[in-house]
C-alpha cells in the first residue's frame, strides 16, 4: 500500500485549500475599483479588476488600482493549482485518502487510479490556464488572455466532476463536489453556446468561477485533515513501539 500521510501530500493538500485566498483579494480589489461606473459582480467581469491601465475597455471605463493584487492572486492560484496536481498522488485521490484502502493499479478494478490521474491533469491545464489570465491582463493581450481562462474555465470543472466520481463509493462529500463541477461547467456551456454574449456576465462568469475555487479547496480541506490524521496515528503507533 503506498504512503497516503507523506508530507508530499500534505503540501499538495494545502497548496489546493489555498485558493479561497482568492475571496479576500477579489473583495480589496472592488473596493479599491475607480473605473466608471461603479464595479458590479453582475455586470463587470472578474478580469476588469486586472486591468493593466485606466480607460476605456469592454464598453465601460476600466480601472483598478489593485490590479497587481488581483493578477497576482490569478497567478498564485494557478501555481496552488499546478503544486496540487503535482504533489497530490494519484493513489492518495483514487481513495480519498482512506488509510488502509487498496490502490488497484491493473485490470477491471483500476478505473479509480486513471481516473485521479485525469484529475491531476486537468487541473495542471487548468492551473496553467489561471497562472495565464494573471500574466496576461485582459486588455493588454485579450487572445492570450481569453485562452488562459478558457483552458482554467473547462478543465478545473471536468476535474471536480470526475473526482467527485471517484469519490461517490468513498465519502458522501463527493456529491458536494460533484456539485461544485456541475454548477461550473453548466454555466461555462451557456457561455460558450451564446457565443461569449450573456446579460450580467458578471454573474455569470462567477457561477463558473466561484465553484471551482470553493470546489478545490474543499478538496484540499479533506485530504488536509485525513492526512494529518493519519500522520499524526503513525506517529502515535511509533512512540508505543519498544526503543522508541
Known sequence: ????????????????????????VEAAAMTAWQGDPAYDRRSHVISDLGAAHCGPFNGYEVCSPLNWLMNASFVLQGVAMVLGAVLLSSPLLSVAAQPGERVVRRGPGRIPWLAAGAFRALVLLGGVGQAVVGLVPEDTFLAWHLTGAGFYFIAAPLALLLLGLVWLRRTSMSWLVLLFGLVSLGATVFVLASGLRVEEPGAVERMMAYPIILGLSFVGLLLAYRVQRERRRLRALRSLQPGS
Open 1 to 24: 500500500m503506498p504512503d497516503l500521510a507523506g508530507r508530499r501530500e500534505l503540501v499538495g493538500a494545502w497548496a489546493s485549500l489555498s485558493l479561497i485566498h482568492y475571496f479576500v
